[in-house]
């Protein structure tokens, strides 16, 4: 597997380079944005680190080009949370992000994550397990069903659609309830707990709704340790 970083801290760049090396990856540094972005374009990795804040391109505008030709998983590295609060509005299509600092174990596992969700044949698997029928408002885990209210339908609809995207509390919402009514985030941080209880008590070895401090909530099937 070959993973382009895309950096202009070279010391970052050298770390997270040692890491995925030990991890069998092979790895390219770029750490200049037009540079990066035009030998991507005729060479795609199976997986781009891409950093925000890079000399001559920004790691959004290389997202956005790359996204109108190909689906090749992004992890955006961006130094704050907010600005992951942004990006998530402006919707550019990255598979996901990570705030710096961070430890390179951490992006490693996410690598890993975002690899094993993007590679197909482990999805058809995942998915399954895991059903969801908007006839009779449930959702079936493991062949077991449990009744949905119409919101946590909803809810799960949007976030099991796109597995590992992570959505804001106002993106659930505008999502949710098309009447634009007025929604506490408290609100939605309510129906979710409900909903995991739910999900919870279909498979207790499984998690399936996370929560992404400080931003919002994604949809991935991972083992519960
Ligand atoms: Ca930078």
Redesign the pocket.
Known sequence: MNIAIV???SKLAAVLQDYLHKEEYRTQIYSDGQVALDSLQNDLPDLILL????PSLDGMSICRELRRSSNVPIIMLTARIEEIDRLLGLEIGADDYICKPYSPREVVARVKAVLRRTGKPEEAADTALFHLDEATASVTIKENTCALTAVELKLLDVLSNKPGQIFNRSQLMGRIYSDNRIVSDRTIDSHVKKLRQKLESLDSTSHYVHSVYGIGYKFEIMDAD
């Open positions: 950096e202009d801290e950093d925000l804040m890079l």
